[in-house]
């Protein structure tokens, strides 16, 4: 469904006209625009007046832009562009529409399959990140959005950490969201790219079971069993959610770098080497289908994004959401063979527990 939208007072921001406010947080404002001369729609972030004379904030929005900018892939939203206007600094961006991750887990946990295509898109997002040496630091739900059209995008990059260049923060300083930091974050330690991996166990962590692993009446709190890794076991939080899955969280989760994956391409092939026996349609498909079952997509929208075979064997049904216990969807998504040899793209798997499942054939 659209986000919804403030209406502002008509604005130009060079080649882009103001549409709507879409959110604001911290030091920045986000609306949506629309470039007028190639009717793109875009996302502007403006940092705003009380950010302006902060010298940390303009760095960290000025940091955000350039790592924005050396990125090239699908699955981190692309800046198209910084305007100065007077006194103000804005970002264009690609305008994502599609609820955040974080949206998406208040309503429930994610099905398995699910849940493991988000955590192997952000995997594969921040091995792009890292090979340009870049940490992102600030990984958790409200930094994942899905498009309608299935793909993943990550974002925010407003912490993130050039590892060539001298630390935005001060040394030892913790910098990120409490629940989602690493052991080293949170005690000062150095870091490296295997800090994202913690975080990026954090998120898949809640979005199988709706609830965060480290919890606390207070930061302190979070922090102490941060450093300790003590958490609830997932297999006794969500004890459907499939064992290798649950052994690629508990290894994203370990409390020293070294025991983790060894970088980002490491874990994301551990996630596609379970989405190999468990999707048997493309990923996006699957999470178009995931959308729809959750409403945040329409009939119409969901198949203007499928192939015309994905068309014919696929089809929504209403069914009720979700279960806490992140049961598996009920809708029907099955898939031809065909599709396999057609699409040739690699991104097409076999997927053995879905058939049991289905409860309605298509029409």
Known sequence: MPVAEKPVRHRKIGAYRILGELGRGGMALVYRGLHEMIQREVAIKELLPEGQHDKEAVSRFRRESLALAAFRHQNIVTLYDLVEKGESLFMVMEYVDGPTLHTLIKEGPLPPDVAAVVGARIASALDHAHFRRIIHRDLKPANVMLTKAGEVKLMDFGIAKDVGLEALTQQGMAVGTPSYMSPEQVTGAPLDARTDIFSLGVLLYEALTGARPFQGKTAG????????????????????????????????????????????????????????????????????????????????????????????????????????????????????AAVVTAAGTGLYFTQAQWAPLVQHLTR
């Open 221 to 336: 709190e979070v922090f102490a069993r941060i450093r300790d890794g003590k958490y609830p076991p997932l297999h006794k939080v969500a004890p459907s959610v499939p064992a290798p899955l649950a052994r690629i969280v508990r290894r994203a989760l370990e409390v020293k770098p070294e025991d983790r994956f060894p970088d980002a391409a490491a874990m994301r092939r551990e996630l596609d080497v379970f989405l190999a026996h468990e999707v048997q349609v493309s990923h996006a498909a699957l999470l178009v289908a995931f959308l729809r079952f959750r409403q945040k997509l329409t009939e119409t929208e969901a198949l203007a994004h499928l192939t015309q075979k994905e068309l014919g064997v696929m089809e929504a049904f209403d069914a009720p959401r979700p279960r806490a216990s992140g049961g598996r969807l009920k809708w029907v998504l099955a898939a031809a």
